[in-house]
């Protein structure tokens, strides 16, 4: 199980079924989880942006959103 630290709060979900789903949130924080939430990996970002919205198009493409215009594509794999 995934602990969230303190110096940061999660802005957003997105669940793509009913098991899978991304979280983002402030310091380009991106956690993943394949079980409904009962377990969270930490996916990170390679920019620390403070993300306030997640969507996914489809199962497999994603995009988040944050402050000063910063915007992140990304296709887990």
């Known amino acids: 199980m995934y602990e969230i630290k303190d110096e940061f709060k999660m802005q957003d979900i997105f669940f793509t079924d009913r098991s899978h789903g991304w979280a983002v949130g402030d310091a380009g924080a991106i956690l993943y989880t394949p079980d409904a939430g009962e377990s969270w990996s930490d996916i990170g970002s390679p920019i620390p942006a ?26 887990p794999k």
């Open 50 to 75: 403070r993300f306030m919205d997640v969507c996914f198009i489809n199962s497999r493409t994603g995009w988040a959103v944050g402050l000063s215009g910063a915007v992140l594509k990304f296709e």
